[in-house]
């Protein structure tokens, strides 16, 4: 009921599309906590629901559906994408759909592409402390959520309980929010409202998974991460091979590189936002 009181509010203040941008910092490597990433992500709210995804891959994404549209209004089959580069390192995405806040996460596990489907509500603990964020006027709000516990600052000044990933459910905008390691960081850049258009939601409801069959497809691509690439080399029947500075690569060589670098990935790439998912 309050976030549906919350969500009326929110319509009028808003009014018409509105995009929130994030500094995301996260360590990837639980074993090497210097190392981290840094990378710009965007909540755009609109009427219907929000969507929250990396502004490099929506960059690389834009390009390349114009480089697509020069090319079909010149009559071309083909044309050379390599000179464009998807510099976004964040494989996931969150929509949600307003008022019921459904939310649904998508991510890669390898080269799948898989969407999980829910409707559960945080449990927040509302604090007294409060702060001030960007000349908003903030307050501090706890929760476990995904196997790590939570430190978000919330401002009621922008009566919207959305915010960034899958959080949501607080009497106003999440502004900022980090877990107790200070594994996973976003903090508020900036606000931009009356945006020209939200990405709008495009989940196939049949293709949505559940958490348990997420982990099951994680478990399965850990234990082979080159399994679909086995099965597509098996499945057309051709044996290929590549010719690298004169010198002949054969596929049993192309898919043990794809294992070790998958293997690499695996081994570096282990401290998930949501650790929960990929037990």
Same mark, same amino acid.
């Not at 009566?159 to 390691?181: A, N, R, S, V």
């Not at 850990?222 to 690298?244: C, E, H, M």
């Given at each position: 009921?309050?976030?549906?009181?919350?969500?009326?509010?929110?319509?009028?203040?808003?009014?018409?599309?509105?995009?929130?941008?994030?500094?995301?910092?996260?360590?990837?490597?639980?074993?090497?906590?210097?190392?981290?990433? +840094? =990378?710009?992500? %965007?909540?755009?709210?609109?009427? !219907?629901?929000?969507?929250?995804? /990396?502004?490099? &891959?929506?960059?690389?994404?834009?390009?390349?559906?114009?480089?697509?549209?020069?090319?079909?209004?010149?009559?071309? +089959? =083909?044309?050379? %994408?390599?000179?464009?580069?998807? !510099?976004?390192?964040?494989?996931? /995405?969150?929509? &949600?759909?307003?008022?019921?806040?459904?939310?649904?996460?998508?991510?890669?596990?390898?080269?799948?592409?898989?969407?999980?489907?829910?409707?559960?509500?945080?449990?927040?603990?509302?604090?007294?402390?409060?702060?001030?964020?960007?000349?908003?006027?903030?307050?501090?709000?706890?929760?476990?959520?995904?196997?790590?516990?939570?430190?978000?600052?919330?401002?009621?000044?922008?009566?919207?309980?959305?915010?960034?990933?899958?959080?949501?459910?607080?009497?106003?905008?999440?502004?900022?929010?980090?877990?107790?390691?200070?594994?996973?960081?976003?903090?508020?850049?900036?606000?931009?409202?009356?945006?020209?258009?939200?990405?709008?939601?495009?989940?196939?409801?049949?293709?949505?998974?559940?958490?348990?069959?997420?982990?099951?497809?994680?478990?399965?691509?850990?234990?082979?991460?080159?399994?679909?690439?086995?099965?597509?080399?098996?499945?057309?029947?051709?044996?290929?091979?590549?010719?690298?500075?004169?010198?002949?690569?054969?596929?049993?060589?192309?898919?043990?590189?794809?294992?070790?670098?998958?293997?690499?990935?695996?081994?570096?790439?282990?401290?998930?936002?949501?650790?929960?998912?990929?037990?």
């Amino acid at each position: 009921m309050k976030i549906l009181i919350c969500f009326l509010f929110c319509s009028l203040y808003f009014g018409q599309n509105t995009r929130i941008a994030y500094e995301y910092t996260y360590k990837i490597d639980s074993l090497d906590r210097e190392k981290q990433e +840094k =990378e710009v992500m %965007f909540l755009d709210i609109w009427k !219907k629901g929000s969507h929250f995804y /990396s502004y490099p &891959k929506y960059v690389y994404d834009s390009l390349k559906s114009v480089q697509i549209q020069k090319v079909s209004s010149l009559h071309r +089959k =083909e044309y050379n %994408f390599s000179n464009f580069q998807n !510099k976004s390192k964040v494989k996931f /995405s969150v929509e &949600k759909e307003y008022p019921e806040y459904k939310t649904y996460l998508q991510n890669k596990i390898g080269e799948k592409r898989c969407t999980i489907g829910r409707n559960t509500q945080i449990n927040w603990s509302i604090l007294p402390n409060q702060k001030i964020i960007k000349n908003y006027t903030v307050q501090k709000a706890t929760a476990s959520f995904g196997g790590r516990n939570w430190i978000a600052w919330f401002s009621t000044e922008i009566p919207f309980p959305d915010g960034p990933y899958c959080f949501y459910g607080l009497p106003g905008l999440i502004l900022e929010i980090q877990d107790t390691k200070g594994d996973h960081i976003f903090k508020l850049i900036g606000i931009k409202k009356n945006i020209s258009s939200g990405n709008a939601l495009n989940n196939d409801k049949k293709a949505l998974i559940t958490e348990q069959k997420f982990n099951k497809i994680w478990k399965e691509y850990r234990k082979d991460p080159s399994a679909n690439v086995k099965n597509i080399f098996l499945n057309s029947g051709v044996q290929a091979s590549l010719n690298w500075n004169g010198e002949e690569i054969k596929q049993s060589d192309i898919i043990r590189n794809l294992e070790k670098q998958a293997e690499q990935e695996i081994k570096t790439n282990n401290n998930f936002i949501e650790l929960l998912l990929y037990q």
